[in-house]
Each structure stands twice: as structure tokens, then as C-alpha cells.
């Protein structure tokens, strides 16, 4: 099974990918825990630069350079997925059709060039405002984080996204073990048997 967590910065998907994947293991399944944009790959890499605003990508070549991150550890995904693995992403395809779509670019482009990544088999909407998120973070912001109109456009996309079948929206706001205790609610049904 693949998990995707999707939601804007500060919105907790992180710590919350953590408490699932331990919860998943606890529950004696065996999970891995994958964050993108996976700054560990050459890709990666030139991402990070990008958003410390050492580099001046537009919009495609940013959502581009996403996409093809991702591709990156395809090979890896397809491998734990195939051995039984719950793979859980922070971050995954939804998060190019978010931001590229908050830039005007094409959702049908977005959605095509990643239709060969392996699909999520549910993909959690952890919906938070963007005025949350600046306060959650207040320093070390990147260039996405520091645009509260592009992160209202993005959340509108995420919420828009939501609406399709296989995504459970969860209100971010709440507390971590309120939040996780939703997510591993939600999932509950969709598990086989460990």
C-alpha cells in the first residue's frame, strides 16, 4: 500500500508520517517512511538550491524538477511495494498538480507526466490555512513559504483534489495525536490483516 500525505508546509506531515509509519509498526507491519523532494539525489540537490533562490527556475522547470525526483526512487517504491511494504510519502504526485496549479500551469501536464509513477492507494489531505502555516514557521522560510497567495491558491487546488475518491481530508489544525488518531481511524478499514 501507498500512502501519500499531502498539505501545505507546517501542516504536520511530517510528524505525522512518523507517528504512522511507528503506528503501522507497532501493529506489526512493516512500513518505510519517504519524504519528497528526496534532497539526498542529484535532482534533489538542484531542488534544494532552487528554493534557497540560488537558482531562478520558472514554475514548469520547478514542477519538472519535482516530477522527475520522484522518478528518481521509482524503482525503490515499485521494489517495497511488490515485497509488502506500507510505503508512506510526504509528499507525492498530488503536491506537482498543487503548487503547479497555483502557478497556472496545465493540471492534464502535471497529471500526464507522473501517470507512470505507482499510483496512492489513499493520499491523506492534512488541510491547514495558510496563515497557520506562516505562524507554525516563523524563520528559514523558502520562497513557497514565504507567499501567502500562492499557498491560498495551493490549498484550493489540495482542497479541490480532495473532492476525487481516495483522499480523506483531515483538519491539520488539531493536535499531533488528535490528527494521527484520525488518520489511523481512517485507515483502519483499507489495512489487510497484519
Not at 500500500?1 to 511507528?22: F, H, N, P, S, V
Not at 503501522?24 to 519528497?36: I, Q, V, Y
Request: aromatic fraction near 8%.
Amino acid at each position: 500500500m501507498l500512502i501519500a500525505l499531502e498539505g501545505l508546509d507546517q501542516a504536520g506531515k511530517e510528524t505525522q508520517g512518523q507517528l504512522l509509519r511507528d503506528g503501522l509498526r507497532a501493529d506489526g507491519r512493516r512500513a518505510r517512511l519517504e519524504s519528497f523532494p528526496d534532497y539526498g539525489t542529484s535532482i534533489g540537490e538542484e531542488i534544494a538550491r532552487a528554493l534557497q533562490g540560488e537558482r531562478d527556475y520558472g514554475p514548469d522547470v520547478m514542477q519538472l524538477l519535482y516530477v522527475a525526483n520522484r522518478y528518481e526512487r521509482k524503482a525503490d517504491l515499485q521494489r517495497w511495494l511488490e515485497a509488502g511494504i506500507i510505503v508512506i510519502c510526504d509528499r507525492y504526485v498530488a503536491s506537482s498538480v498543487a503548487y503547479g496549479e497555483a502557478q497556472d500551469l496545465d493540471v492534464g501536464w502535471l497529471d500526464e507526466m507522473q501517470r507512470f509513477l505507482p499510483p496512492p492507494d489513499v493520499t491523506f489531505l492534512l488541510d491547514i490555512p495558510p496563515e497557520l502555516a506562516a505562524t507554525r514557521k516563523s524563520t528559514g522560510l523558502d520562497r513557497y513559504e514565504r507567499d501567502l497567495a500562492l499557498l491560498t491558491r495551493v490549498r484550493a487546488s489540495y482542497l479541490r483534489q480532495a473532492e476525487q475518491d481516495g483522499w480523506i481530508r483531515v483538519d491539520g489544525s488539531h493536535g499531533k495525536a488528535e490528527v494521527a488518531d484520525a488518520i489511523m481511524s481512517a485507515l483502519g478499514g483499507r489495512l489487510a490483516p497484519a
